[in-house]
């Protein structure tokens, strides 16, 4: 038997404006299911009525409490432990040398001479070298690392005694970067962040990710951020949880559950830095830090099947009703 084909002018499809999704019912925020499949309290009304001054977001889910998302928080560590390598110095496409002699600051023998002595002592840097000789001044320096780096210069001056400032970023993660902040906009949604050795992006792409912000790298003398930095040691007025010696992802997923329940946060988020975990925990108006310093040195990278059998139980297909509209979703 032949099939028979029926063929259907085209102008017959007319498009068809789909609805606008109904609003969900006034009771639907109070019985959002915790993130967690393996939480006994998913789903149900009334466990999420009575517990929704716990529930915390972590990584755009909520959880009715922190130790419901322990098991994904230690899978979270354990990635960005292993992220943890040496850093790298970046080779430009125009050396710092040329660069000044390019912008007629030294001669080509003064740059032999600077390599020469660098070359015999091993010991530090090319800009270091020629201010030592009185050839350039650090200001000169500064210039030709913002044309290297393809950033601004900004002078440091008083700034740093604006106590608004203060806080924003952790003491130890700007010390361990060699980097302060410049500048900040009044509504704080641009933060500028000055180097003087080297550009961290590592600690930029943190900043954005804590404080839901655009942040822009710029240069400055480097003695300048060392006095910025003197500063703010003298009047630092935020203390930051730390520990230098937890390297294992269960026990730092531990401290982090158990500070989230303590603190009475609503928010946790965990990024890394170039030598640090860094943890902030939100809560209303207010934030706390938590700093977990990593040595390089003492970091093995974990097995990647290791990931594998705990991201099952979080995978999106989990938090998804019918439809396919996720209960809790969006950035953190």
Request: proline residues 7%; glycine residues 6%; positive net charge.
């Amino acid at each position: 038997m032949r099939e028979s084909t029926v063929h259907i002018p085209i102008q017959s499809f007319n498009p068809v404006v789909a609805p606008a999704p109904p609003h969900p019912p006034w009771w639907k925020p109070w019985a959002g299911r915790c993130a967690a499949a393996g939480c006994l309290r998913r789903g149900k009304l009334w466990p999420s009525w009575l517990h929704t001054s716990a529930r915390v977001l972590f990584e755009g889910r909520w959880y009715c409490e922190p130790r419901c998302f322990n098991s994904l928080l230690e899978s979270r560590v354990s990635y960005l432990l292993s992220g943890f390598r040496a850093r790298k110095t970046k080779l430009h496409r125009l050396p710092i040398g040329l660069l000044l002699i390019s912008r007629r600051v030294i001669s080509s023998d003064h740059l032999r001479h600077a390599l020469r002595l660098q070359r015999e002592t091993a010991t530090g840097r090319l800009g270091e070298w020629l201010c030592c000789m009185g050839v350039v001044r650090e200001e000169q320096i500064t210039a030709a690392l913002g044309q290297q780096w393809g950033c601004p210069v900004f002078p440091l001056g008083d700034e740093m005694a604006n106590s608004a400032w203060r806080g924003r970023v952790p003491l130890p993660l700007l010390d361990s970067a060699r980097a302060v902040i410049a500048y900040a906009s009044r509504d704080g949604g641009v933060l500028h962040l000055a180097f003087g050795d080297h550009l961290d992006h590592f600690l930029l792409y943190a900043v954005e990710q804590m404080l839901d912000c655009r942040t822009v790298a710029c240069v400055a003398p480097e003695t300048r951020i060392a006095e910025s930095l003197t500063y703010l040691r003298l009047h630092n007025e935020k203390a930051e949880i730390a520990f230098d010696s937890i390297r294992d992802p269960q026990e730092m997923a531990w401290i982090i559950c158990n500070y989230a329940t303590e603190l009475q946060a609503t928010r946790v988020a965990v990024v890394r830095v170039s030598s640090h975990i860094w943890v902030r925990f939100f809560s209303g108006e207010t934030a706390r830090d938590l700093l977990f310093r990593v040595l390089q040195d003492s970091l093995s990278p974990p097995p990647l099947n290791q990931f594998a059998e705990r991201a099952k139980a979080f995978l999106p297909s989990a938090d998804t009703t019918k439809d396919g509209v996720a209960h809790a979703s969006g950035p953190v």
